[in-house]
C-alpha cells in the first residue's frame, strides 16, 4: 500500500514519552520526515530522513524506522509539545502524507 | 535566512481558477537540487501535498488533481506560482509553499499559508 497509517490520537502525561508512529509496508526502506503542527500555524520540520533534527529542534525529539514502522519519539513530553504530527516519504517524486496523529499532553 | 510567503484572493467562485503566488526569500531556485512545494489543508483536516516544482523547471504533481494542477516560476526569481481550475467549495483550504533544499529531502521550511475559500 503506498498510504501511510498513522493513530489518530497519542495522549501522554506531562514528563513522559509520547510515541507517535507511521505504518506501511516496508517503510524501512524510505526517508522519513515528521512534521508538527499547532492550531493556526504552519507545519514544523521536527525530523528527516529517518532521525536527523533539524537546528532548533530539541533533543527531545527524536526519530526511528525499522521494518514497517517508523516512529517519532518526544521525550518529557511538555505541555508546548502538544500538536498534529505529521509523517511523509517520497514515492517516486510524489510526496505522501499519513493522515496525521494528534497529541495531547495530560 | 530562508522565508516564504504565500497570496492569493481569499474568497474565489465555484468554476474559476485560483492563482497562488509563493514569494521567497534566502535561496535560489536556480541552486541544484532546490525545490519549491505546495500543500493544502482543508479546515480540520490532514495536510495534502499538492505539486512540486524543481530547479531544472521539472515539475511533479499529486496524481488525483495533476489535470487542474499547474506549477511554474513566476516573473520574478523569487516566486512560484500554481493555478488550480475549476474550484469548488471542496478545495476551500489553507494553502502553504514549502523549501526543499536537496532532492528526496523534507520540506525545511513552510510559508505561513494563505486560507482560500471557495463560494458563490
Known amino acids: 500500500s ?3 497509517t498513522q ?3 497519542v495522549s501522554v502525561a506531562p514528563g513522559q514519552t509520547a510515541s507517535i508512529t507511521c505504518g506501511r509496508d516496508n517503510i524501512e526502506s524510505k526517508n522519513v520526515h515528521w512534521y508538527q503542527q499547532k492550531p493556526g ?3 514544523v520540520l521536527v525530523i528527516y530522513r529517518d532521525n536527523k533534527r533539524p ?3 530539541p533533543e527531545r525529539f527524536s526519530g526511528s524506522n525499522s521494518g514497517n514502522t517508523a516512529t517519532l519519539t518526544i521525550s518529557r513530553a511538555q505541555d508546548g509539545d502538544e500538536a498534529d504530527y505529521y509523517c ?7 510526496a505522501v502524507f499519513g493522515g496525521g496523529t ?3 499532553v495530560l | 535566512q530562508i522565508t516564504l510567503k504565500e497570496s492569493a484572493p481569499s474568497l474565489v467562485k465555484p468554476t474559476q481558477t485560483l492563482t497562488l503566488t509563493c514569494t521567497f526569500s534566502g535561496f535560489s531556485l536556480s541552486t541544484s537540487g532546490v525545490g519549491v512545494g505546495w500543500f493544502r489543508q482543508p479546515p480540520g483536516k490532514a495536510l495534502e501535498w499538492l505539486a512540486l516544482i524543481y530547479w531544472n523547471d521539472d515539475k511533479r504533481y499529486t496524481p488525483s488533481l495533476e489535470k487542474r494542477l499547474t506549477v511554474a516560476k513566476g516573473t520574478s526569481k523569487n516566486q512560484v506560482v500554481l ?3 475549476h474550484m469548488d467549495p471542496m478545495d476551500t483550504a489553507t494553502y502553504y509553499c ?9 520540506f525545511h521550511l513552510w510559508g505561513q499559508g494563505t486560507m482560500v475559500a471557495v463560494s458563490s
Open chain 1, 88 to 94: 511523509q516519504v517520497w514515492d517516486t517524486n510524489i
Open chain 1, 41 to 43: 500555524q504552519a507545519p
Open chain 1, 7 to 9: 493513530s489518530l490520537s
Open chain 1, 102 to 104: 494528534k497529541l495531547t
Open chain 1, 55 to 57: 537546528s532548533g529542534i
Open chain 2, 83 to 85: 493555478s488550480v481550475t
Open chain 1, 2 to 4: 503506498s498510504e501511510l
Open chain 2, 98 to 106: 514549502a523549501h526543499r533544499p536537496v532532492v528526496g529531502d523534507a
